[in-house]
């Protein structure tokens, strides 16, 4: 207990230092809006559950009561298991493996690092919500209030315990760099595909018109019918057995959660004994990391020899750590997936929509948008891997104006790929849209990601973070993740302009020829702005060393 | 293939290095004060200072690391203020944190920096082959940086410090935490480019391997320069009684200490590991 107390005086120490080191300013102020903005998610959210059991109650609904706890529930468990992923790899700022140092038994290892979890921002998001159901659903019914609050902790026992295996095996499969990786990653694919294949092949066959919800719901039924044995599914339905007063019922979701609970811990257990105790230092060695020499494979100086040497340069080197990166692999695959599932999932879904606009081809254009928006962490925080390597640019006689064109043309080159990857899935799954469609969404991807790292530049320079290669955290500086929202909000006004408009009048063929006009305006801007990204990085580079320097 | 043909007509004059009341502090902390330094062309110069004297950040100043707060330098008549590209594109530096993208290869490494120096494709290829031969990695199946060893990384930033062929080399540290071989072999490889005309201007506080080395001494104490001359020209000044009752010219080390006027406190000792009552 004494070391327990311990890290969490550490964990609080370092919080308040970190907060008054950098107190100052934009960081500051950018933190407390983006946690201002969390807050008011997470309370907005248990807001809309806790209206929806009132009204379910005051209706005497027991079914839309019981949609309020699957919401609930269902949330809690996507949100649980998914931020962990994206914020913090798992690691909810606690880095366990550097206490090995000190006599502490690896169980109680584990139970610091799971202890830390459970009150990390990570999971403490949904907390209001599983309250306010519970507050507000469970209690006043009087019945099976105690089973409910059991049902309620387990499930985050069960949130909890799994997400952390999950993150962990993940870390553990991207750190082995090479072998365990790739097996990983072609995992997710070929699970992708047994889902997908009936769908897939449907399509392939299938000569009926592409506006009926298709083949994929059969998996979905399927699909569905799995679901009701999820932990969130069993919690809802142990909840309503409870409150209905069946006790066979109650039995059977109360031992299935706790299976649930008991294989997450187990898992979590497992995971952390060996990923985050095991020996980190043994992926350095040996064949596994060896790297096959293929060097001239991302080699772009042959395909753009007419470009200066050191801008080359700096995009190859770019390249590679992009594809070397886990979230840069993570993205190639998860486009992928994406795309299939607006192909499949939820296209079919829009109604006809006015002006005329194809089903469909809305469901495209927001694919594309959003495939760029997918590079997000690189385009915002562009220095985040550079680490010591950053002082190359400084040292060398290469001009920082073509240091920033060589990393925002890598980045251009890496995100044309993921929008060709989800064409292409798109593509295969509903078939060709037609070359003006592909034509306008080759452009609207390219409208809105010029200006993206337009902004971005002056973001990575003036709010730089630190973040490791083979890490799934990749996110910027909070600053820049709300310069960010920014910059789509103000991206999107003009290219949905740009798309409408020409509908409007009936013209649709200038839906290219606008865009083409807003991408000619966007480059120019872009350019233009060259000159005080330069002025920007000279202005920031003792800094930006400093924020690097502590690369993992 | 490493070093130059001796002199350059145009600037043969100037030295290599030249600083003038060169500053820097960090708030209201003063790591680097009114340093004046000119170091010749051909010259090894050993930096030395404890830890935390200021040879760093002299070192980060002299490579466009860091801006001085005050003072100007100058590498081969080249301000670095005004002119730092034309400066920057003869001088070699291999920084104190090792400046390398580890998730690439050595080779790749190489490639990259090469082409930062706007190199041709062709000498950069040759060049990047000898380096790779002499770092005993030429024909290996080839790892990422992050995946070699401490004195591998170091020897691997000084093969791309060295790739551009600069006349000026700036190291830091080179020697810090590495194993005898690979010292040997960087030690042989600077006293090539020393033969080959190149200044080389390297930090330590291990001071065997610089007396060793040097043809030139200057220290540094809390950010004033205290030193600086050739090395036979500060240890001839004062004679000291060696054990056996002869006289002899000091070492580097009693120059050191008796500069920096090290408060050592030998006889100090811990209450727990204990008067032996
Ligand atoms: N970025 C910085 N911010 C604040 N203080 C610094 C910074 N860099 C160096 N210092 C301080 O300047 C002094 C000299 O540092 P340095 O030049 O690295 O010493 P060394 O001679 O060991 O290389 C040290 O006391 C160090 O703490
Ligand atoms: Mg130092």
Redesign the interface.
């Known amino acids: 207990m004494r070391a327990a107390a311990a890290i969490a005086w550490i964990q609080f120490r370092m919080l308040v230092n970190s907060m008054t080191r950098q107190g100052t300013g934009w960081r500051a102020f950018g933190g407390i809006l983006l946690f201002a903005l969390a807050a008011v998610l997470s309370l907005g959210l248990a807001l809309g559950l806790g209206v929806l059991c009132l009204a379910a109650r005051q209706k005497g609904d027991d079914d839309l009561l019981q949609i309020a706890f699957l919401a609930a529930f269902w949330i809690a468990s996507v949100f649980g298991l998914l931020m962990p992923l994206l914020l913090s790899s798992g690691g909810c700022g606690l880095d366990v493996s550097s206490l090995r140092l000190y006599p502490l038994s690896r169980a109680k290892l584990f139970w610091i690092r799971l202890g830390a979890s459970f009150v990390s921002g990570d999971h403490g998001f949904y907390y209001p919500g599983l309250l306010a159901v519970f507050v507000l659903g469970v209690v006043p019914a009087g019945r099976g209030v105690g089973l409910g609050a059991l049902f309620c902790a387990l499930l985050v026992v069960v949130i909890v315990t799994w997400s952390q295996a999950l993150a962990n095996g993940l870390q553990g499969i991207m750190r082995k ?1 090479r072998t365990r990786e790739v097996m990983g990653l072609v995992g997710l694919l070929c699970l992708f595909a047994v889902i997908f294949a009936p769908a897939l092949l449907g399509t392939l066959y299938d000569d009926a018109p592409r506006t009926e919800p298709h083949t994929a719901t059969l998996n979905l039924q399927t699909l569905s019918w799995l679901t009701q044995f999820s932990a969130p599914s069993l919690a809802a339905h142990g909840l309503a057995a409870a409150r209905g007063g069946d006790q066979a019922q109650v039995l059977g979701a109360l031992l299935g959660m706790l299976g649930w609970a008991v294989g997450g811990a187990a898992a979590a257990y497992l995971v952390f004994v060996r990923v985050v105790l095991g020996d980190p230092e043994s992926s ?2 040996g064949k596994a ?5 293929s ?1 001239s494979a991302f080699d772009i ?1 042959r395909i753009l020899p007419f470009l ?3 801008v ?3 995009a ?2 770019e390249l ?2 992009l594809l ?2 886990l979230v840069g692999r993570f993205n190639l695959i998860m486009i992928v997936v994406f795309s299939a599932l607006m192909a499949l999932l939820i296209t079919p879904q829009i109604p006809n929509l006015p002006l005329g606009i194809p089903v469909g081809v809305l469901g495209l254009y927001g694919m594309v948008a959003y495939t760029t928006l997918f590079s997000n962490a690189f385009i915002f925080n562009s220095l985040a ?15 920082p104006r073509r240091v920033i064109l060589g990393k925002n043309l890598g980045i251009w080159i890496y995100v044309a790929t993921l929008v060709l990857l989800s064409l292409l899935g798109w593509v295969i799954l509903t078939g060709f849209p037609g070359a003006r469609v592909i034509l306008n969404s080759l452009l609207l991807g390219a409208c809105v990601n010029v200006p993206f790292v337009m902004v971005g530049n002056f973001a990575s320079f003036s709010f730089p973070v630190a973040r490791s ?1 083979s890490s799934l955290k990749s996110n910027p500086a909070r600053t820049a993740v709300l310069i960010s929202m920014g910059t789509l909000l103000a991206v999107a006004v003009p290219c949905v302009a740009a798309l409408v408009v020409p509908l409007a009048l009936n013209l649709p063929f200038l839906q290219p020829v606008c865009l083409l006009v807003l991408l000619a305006a966007t480059l120019g801007l872009y350019f233009f702005s060259l000159r005080f990204a330069v002025q920007a990085f000279e202005g920031q ?2 800094k930006i ?1 400093a924020a690097l ?1 502590g690369a993992p | 293939m490493l070093g130059h043909p001796m002199g350059n007509p145009t600037r043969g004059q100037d030295p290599a290095i030249q600083t003038r009341g060169l500053s820097r502090s960090f708030g209201s902390f003063v790591a680097v004060n009114q340093l004046s330094l000119t170091v010749a062309p051909g010259t090894f110069l050993g930096f030395l200072g404890a830890n935390g004297a200021g040879k760093s950040t002299t070192i980060k100043m002299l490579t466009g690391l860091l801006r001085p707060s005050a003072g100007q330098a100058q590498v081969l008549g080249h301000d670095l203020a005004s002119d730092g590209v034309a400066a920057k594109q003869q001088v070699g530096v291999v920084p104190e944190e090792l400046a390398l993208h580890d998730r690439l290869k050595g080779s790749e490494y190489l490639t990259f920096v090469g082409r930062m120096y706007g190199m041709q494709r062709d000498v950069l290829q040759t060049r990047r082959g000898e380096l790779l031969d002499w770092m005993d990695l030429a024909g290996e199946p080839e790892r990422l940086i992050v995946d070699y060893s401490h004195g591998m990384k170091k020897k691997l930033a000084l093969a791309g410090a060295l790739i551009h062929d600069p006349r000026v080399l700036f190291l830091d540290e080179p020697f810090e935490g590495i194993d005898v071989i690979a010292s040997r072999q960087i030690r042989g490889l600077l006293q090539t480019l020393l033969g080959r005309g190149v200044t080389i201007f390297l930090t330590s506080h291990v001071l065997e391997v610089v007396e060793k080395l040097c043809t030139h001494i200057a220290i540094i104490h809390r950010g004033e320069l205290v030193a600086h001359d050739s090395l036979e020209a500060l240890s001839a000044g004062v004679l000291v009684q060696g054990a056996d009752g002869e006289t002899r010219p000091r070492t580097l080390e009693e120059i050191f200490l008796g500069l920096v006027q090290a408060e050592t406190s030998e006889t100090q000792t811990l209450s727990w590991l204990g008067n032996d009552e």
């Open positions: 760099r350095r060695a990391s060896r790297v096959k020499s060097s100086t200066p040497v050191e080359l340069a700096v190859s080197k590679r750590y070397r990166s891997w550079e680490g010591a390597g950053f002082q190359v640019y400084l040292v060398s006689s290469a001009s290669v580079t003792e060393s320097e």
